[in-house]
């Protein structure tokens, strides 16, 4: 599956954007989806997954009340609220239909599918 992400920008501390990433012909119903950062001099770093079944969803702590994901058959999307300078990143979407595991070890292992990352800069 190729995916698309977009919905990146420059934003003020406190701001939100919102982060879309589309796979264009192709279905998402059966792949475990989720969002990657990697700022800067820092290691990847899983932000967000939802397991292949839709019960397991996974934030990682830096995030958890700010961000939001969510999708349908052919997008997956990013709500990112009360953003912050550390949130400055390349944020990547990624999908994996191999097998079921859940939203927490997508995060942790990555992903089979990566789309191009889209730049997220929190700055005054």
């Known amino acids: 599956v190729q995916l698309q992400a977009s919905g990146g920008g420059l934003v003020q501390p406190g701001g939100s954007l919102r982060l879309s990433c589309a796979a264009p012909g192709d279905s998402l119903d059966f792949y475990a989806v989720g969002w990657f950062r990697q700022a800067p001099g820092k290691e990847r770093e899983g932000v967000s997954c939802i397991s292949r079944r839709d019960d397991s969803i996974y934030y990682t702590d830096a995030v958890k009340g700010r961000f939001t994901i969510s999708r349908d058959s052919s997008t997956v999307v990013l709500q990112m609220n009360s953003l912050k300078p550390e949130d400055t990143a390349v944020y990547y979407c990624?999908?994996?239909?191999?097998?079921?595991?859940?939203?927490?070890?997508?995060?942790?292992?990555?992903?089979?599918?990566w789309g191009k990352g889209t730049q997220v800069t929190v700055s005054s």
């Open positions: 990624a999908a994996d239909s191999r097998a079921y595991y859940s939203g927490d070890y997508w995060c942790a292992y990555g992903m089979d599918n």
